[in-house]
């Protein structure tokens, strides 16, 4: 379960146009309703957010990374810290998070797991553009959650909080960005415990900070097909550092 907050969380980070993809809210059926109505200060925050993810969302080519420290009490064999790979090149699409890989290329997909030396390869997959929502049908979304919002901002570098104890799914979210570049800084997530949802001290928490980020240029040897697999007569072996690994395909 951690591990899967962790991949929504960066797909989020990712380019995601819709910010309520980070997870499905539902409402907690025996939760006091708590619906405050957000005012010109709130949307003035969601708007300036929206228009960093529409931005994020649009660049073609990027490279970033950083750290991903993810905890979970109740659980904590399940916590997790490592670093995260994230690279974009038109449709392609590099992803590394600790010893797992994931590329998209033309033709073909590939996703590897140093831990267990495996290399899955399956046909290439057909990424849907989602429409953008309204800016105010989105407002009316996080405002229909019941979050609070609030804003600060010190020397430029902007952390938007998104608070509400009673969440079935996420408690709290902040994301922070620089506001002069657009760039995205930070982003933080205390996910409900599903098996105690009202007890705080077990709430899941992921923490990413991005400490890499370049626009306009990828590291190209990632989207390279001969990195990962070779030609042997009329089939495919792991290629390179990956030569070890068990190849398993759908092609």
Known sequence: MLSLA??????AFAGMPLLRTWWTPQPV????AENPRYGE???????ELIAVYRRMDSIPVLETGGKIVATDPANPSDDLRTDFNYQRKNSLLYYQLGESEMVQLQDVNISTNKSVNRMFVTPPQTITTVAHLPVDSIIALWEDDSYAI???EVDQQVTVSFLCEQHASCKELKITYNRASRKMNGMYMRLTNLSDPFNKA????????FNRWEEGKVNDSYFMLSRYLKKDGNSWLPAGAYSQY???STL
């Open 150 to 152: 609030s804003t600060r």
């Open 202 to 209: 077990l709430d899941r928490v992921v923490d990413i900070t």
């Open 6 to 11: 962790v991949m929504l969380g960066v797909g």
């Open 41 to 47: 200060k709130e949307a003035a925050i969601l708007k």
């Open 29 to 32: 059926k025996d939760a006091p």
């Open 246 to 248: 068990k190849l398993i």
